[in-house]
Every structure is written in structure tokens, then in C-alpha cells.
Nanobody, 125 residues
Framework: VQLQASGGGLVQAGGSLRLSCAAS????????MAWFRQAPGKDREFVSA????????YYADSVQGRFIASRDNAKNTVYLQMNNLKPEDTAVYFC???????????????????WGQGTLVTVSS
């Protein structure tokens, strides 16, 4: 299994970025796919998830209303559209996937078996 994250970069506060996570070796529609982030000196934190099958989405309170998770089954890729970015969104963003994550644990990074390499998002003020 490989998860290839891309799309990070430097953006001014209020700007937008779209992250992509291209999967191989797993089918994104059959897995819960999530985004986590980790800022320097901080713990890894949940950002969003899109659940297998129907694709229900879940968000951290800090990004609710600004970020949108989506999935393209044909491309076997998941996306994170990030709008109205803030300096506190600066972090390395990781995509993750797992087939067996239960809903109550969807925000726990320990529940995910497969991880991408991370892409750096820097938001300047």
C-alpha cells in the first residue's frame, strides 16, 4: 500500500490550498481515509476523515466550515480543500487509511494502519 500526499506549499492567511492523496494497493472507497496534521513541537491531530462507502465526512472543530474532504473513486484519490487558511493551520499534513476504523475512533491516529509521507503547509500572516 502506498499513499502519496501532495499539494502543500506556502500561502498567505485567507488563501486556499488543495491537498491530494493518491492511493495504490487499496481502494479508497472501501477504506476510511483521513487527514492528520502535526505542527512543530505538537502532537499529531485529527483534521478530517471520509468514511468508506457512502463517504460521510467528519472534521475537527478547528477546521469545520473551512476545509472540505472529498474522494474521487475513479482516480482512487482523496482530497482536502483548505479555504480561509490561518497561520495556526501551518503543519505537515498526512493522509492515512484503514479499513476497520469504527466511527467512535475515527479521530484517533493510532487506528490507521496506512500512512502517506506528509506534505508541508505553511500559512503566513
Amino acid at each position: 500500500v502506498q499513499l502519496q500526499a501532495s499539494g502543500g506549499g506556502l500561502v498567505q492567511a485567507g488563501g486556499s490550498l488543495r491537498l491530494s492523496c493518491a492511493a495504490s494497493g487499496l481502494t479508497v472507497r472501501s477504506y476510511t481515509m483521513a487527514w492528520f496534521r502535526q505542527a512543530p513541537g505538537k502532537d499529531r491531530e485529527f483534521v478530517s476523515a471520509i468514511r468508506y462507502g457512502g463517504g460521510a465526512t467528519y472534521y475537527a472543530d478547528s477546521v469545520q466550515g473551512r476545509f472540505i474532504a472529498s474522494r474521487d473513486n475513479a482516480k482512487n484519490t482523496v482530497y482536502l480543500q483548505m479555504n480561509n487558511l490561518k497561520p495556526e493551520d501551518t503543519a505537515v499534513y498526512f493522509c492515512a487509511g484503514d479499513r476497520g476504523v469504527i466511527l467512535s475512533s475515527i479521530r484517533r491516529w493510532e487506528q490507521y494502519d496506512y500512512w502517506g509521507q506528509g506534505t508541508l503547509v505553511t500559512v503566513s500572516s
